[in-house]
């Protein structure tokens, strides 16, 4: 978006302009805008979304600002990658719009001058509860995804180290545990985002029981059929398809079968926290001895190269941590922090001020406050008061509002 | 009379002291906590009286529920402590808000999804709709037991704003809790109750004209009341 499209913007005679950008942009929806955007008062001068759809340009110019992720893009890229919250609100606005906020830029721009001959970058984003650290990670994946990569996502690593209600004992190695409903459900995502690259040719024989194995040169494809049918080797098959991807990320040379591989955990500090899983005899598992953790733990060390990792701290879902931990030495422990070091860290804030007010106009926008005392000026002092301008706060507030 | 009421306003202090006692002299004024100052020049002669009246006499003490913000609604806080169990209002405002917000995000998918010439019928505000579901739940008129010559005739009666008001929200919270499948939560039944009731449809508007209707088919023991 050039600069003098801005400008024209700004000037407070064109809300009328900015009208015709925001539908043009946001090209599907045929809603009106209501009336509530001429009440965006000229005095403010805060436009809050942007026509720009393309995360690959959005620049500080951007910042505060919504941008729509088409609906084809989310139903594809994020089965179960969005937080539960923004879903629903994905599903009652009618849109998914993600706010355009500098720790996402600054990961995005780290992406586009990294040179991918060289070992994976580890990029952690941390931040207090609930300050926008999932949906920050969920809009560096889609530029990743309109670039072409290769999207390993696991959405919650802890949902693997906790109410697991089939723990069985692993089919290949005696001392693990496999989780086959887990590594099911995450094949099957992993093959609605990843379609295109199902046809990719992999390297090894994998040997599951005495009369199935699958041979060398077939496609990735059938690698996570095999996982998705057959429950009982579903965490091996997830196991064998993180391997074959990080020896082939960077392995090929630059022609068609080259891919960037991006892998964004989210909740990393779950690999190496404690689990609340019990083994048959009553004594509690380690995180080690699991089959899908383990695996992972392989793909965070950065011996492989072309491509991304991009993790996020959790403490919501974390086990045995205090509430107020949010720094990344807290969350993972001595033992996650030399495992994940050396690695970038992002930090996440509050909203600031621009950001609140632009949050706060995308809700009047979308008819979402309906209090007539939150409309007014004390009503959003109130609002900034209550929330300290924390993301998931404000949201839950407005929703009763 | 002044003497006899100044007699009851002495500190009498019992011997049990409970921290916060809800049984007040009559002379005690309510609370009014809205920040909302009206000038002097807009008042009628009644309320000017009141105004005076509030800076002679004592007042009860607030309760902790109540906030000064534009935000509090009397209402709302009628029907969360009527909801109440055991004195866990958490709880009970826990349910409430998430039964305001799943209402909201009905309304607001319905406002969205629906073409702009419908958008101005759909009501969004959850608040609008719950005042509005509540005035329709209202019984107009009651029914009262008398006995005459040995017989209990039920009698209709007309019944103060309070007892409507009582009757509304108790009939609205029995319903949730027994007639709808066990496994939903209270917000979806709450939410789903106060929508249809909106619309004057529902078990609980059913109800109030099954009340009514009863009413009027004992209009003939009208005169059996004597108050």
Do not use: M
């Given at each position: 978006m050039n600069l003098h499209k801005l400008a024209s913007r700004l000037r407070p005679t064109v809300t009328q302009k900015f009208r015709h950008f925001h539908i043009q942009g946001s090209g599907q929806q045929l809603e009106a805008v209501v009336g509530e955007t001429s009440s965006a008062e000229p005095s403010l001068?805060?436009?809050?979304?942007?026509?720009?759809?393309?995360?690959?340009?959005?620049?500080?110019?951007?910042?505060g600002q919504y941008y729509t992720i088409p609906p084809a893009h989310i139903q594809k890229l994020f089965p179960h990658g969005l937080p539960p919250r923004f879903q629903l609100q994905v599903k009652t606005f009618n849109e998914g719009c993600v706010m355009v906020r500098p720790p996402a830029l600054e990961l995005i721009s780290y992406l586009k001058r990294v040179?991918?001959?060289?070992p994976p970058l580890r990029y952690i984003l941390y931040g207090?509860?609930?300050?926008?650290k999932t949906l920050s990670l969920c809009h560096a994946l889609h530029y990743c995804y309109t670039q072409g990569w290769l999207i390993l996502h696991?959405?919650?690593?802890h949902l693997w180290v906790k109410n697991c209600k089939e723990l069985l004992p692993s089919s290949s190695r005696p001392s693990r545990f496999d989780q086959p409903i887990q590594a099911s459900q995450w094949l099957k995502n992993f093959k609605i985002t990843n379609e295109r690259f199902l046809s990719k040719v992999q390297l090894d024989r994998y040997v599951w029981t005495k009369r199935e194995s699958t041979e060398e040169g077939r496609p990735l494809g059938e690698l996570v059929d095999q996982g998705v049918n057959r429950m009982k080797s579903s965490s091996d098959v997830v196991g064998a398809v993180l391997r074959e991807l990080r020896l082939q990320a960077g392995g090929a040379?630059?022609?068609?079968g080259a891919f960037k591989l991006a892998v964004a955990v989210d909740g990393v500090n779950a690999l190496w926290g404690k689990t609340t899983l019990k083994k048959e005899d009553k004594t509690m598992c380690e995180p080690e001895e699991l089959t899908l953790i383990h695996n992972l733990r392989k793909m965070m060390?950065?011996?492989?190269?072309g491509g991304a990792i991009l993790t996020a701290l959790s403490?919501?879902?974390?086990?045995?941590?205090?509430?107020?931990a949010y720094l990344p030495n807290e969350l993972l422990g001595e033992e996650g922090f030399d495992n994940m070091e050396p690695f970038v860290p992002v930090s996440v804030p509050n909203y600031s001020e621009k950001e609140f007010e632009s949050c706060y106009l995308y809700y009047l926008d979308r008819n979402?406050?309906?209090?007539?005392?939150?409309?007014?000026e004390e009503g959003k002092k109130e609002l900034i008061f209550l929330s300290n301008k924390n993301p998931s706060i404000l949201e839950r507030l407005c929703a009763f509002l | 009379m002044a003497a006899s009421v100044r007699y009851l306003l002495k500190p009498w202090t019992p011997s049990l002291c409970f921290v916060?006692?809800?049984?007040?002299?009559?002379?005690y004024l309510d609370p009014d906590p809205s920040k909302d100052a009206v000038p002097?020049?807009?008042?009628?002669p009644e309320q000017k009286e009141l105004q005076e009246l509030k800076t002679v006499r004592p007042i009860k003490a607030a309760l902790?529920?109540?906030?000064?913000?534009?935000?509090?609604d009397p209402l709302m806080s009628k029907f969360i402590n009527m909801m109440m169990?055991?004195?866990?209002k958490i709880l009970a405002r826990g349910i409430m808000t998430q039964t305001l917000e799943t209402i909201k995000r009905r309304q607001v998918e319905k406002y969205h999804k629906s073409p702009a010439a419908k958008r101005?019928?759909?009501?969004?505000n959850p608040y609008a709709i719950f005042h509005q579901a509540l005035e329709n739940c209202k019984p107009i008129i009651g029914l009262a037991s008398v006995q005459k010559g040995g017989k209990f005739y039920q009698v209709p009666v007309p019944l103060t704003d309070n007892r409507r008001r009582f009757l509304a929200m108790k009939w609205l919270i029995t319903e949730c809790r027994d007639n709808?499948?066990?496994?939903?939560h209270m917000y979806e039944k709450l939410s789903q109750e106060l929508l249809a009731a909106f619309a004057n449809e529902g078990n609980v508007v059913k109800r109030k004209q099954d009340l009514h209707k009863m009413a009027e088919a004992n209009r003939a023991y009208a005169h059996y009341r004597w108050w």
């Open positions: 001068l805060s436009v809050f979304r942007t026509s720009e759809q393309d995360p690959a340009c959005h620049s500080e110019r951007h910042t040179d991918y001959s060289k207090d509860t609930g300050s926008g696991i959405p919650d690593a040379t630059d022609g068609e060390k950065n011996d492989w190269s403490q919501t879902g974390s086990l045995f941590k205090p509430r107020s979402w406050l309906q209090h007539p005392h939150s409309r007014s | 916060r006692w809800s049984r007040y002299n009559p002379y002097e020049s807009e008042l009628s902790s529920s109540d906030t000064s913000s534009p935000f509090n169990e055991d004195g866990n101005e019928e759909v009501e969004c709808k499948h066990r496994r939903t």
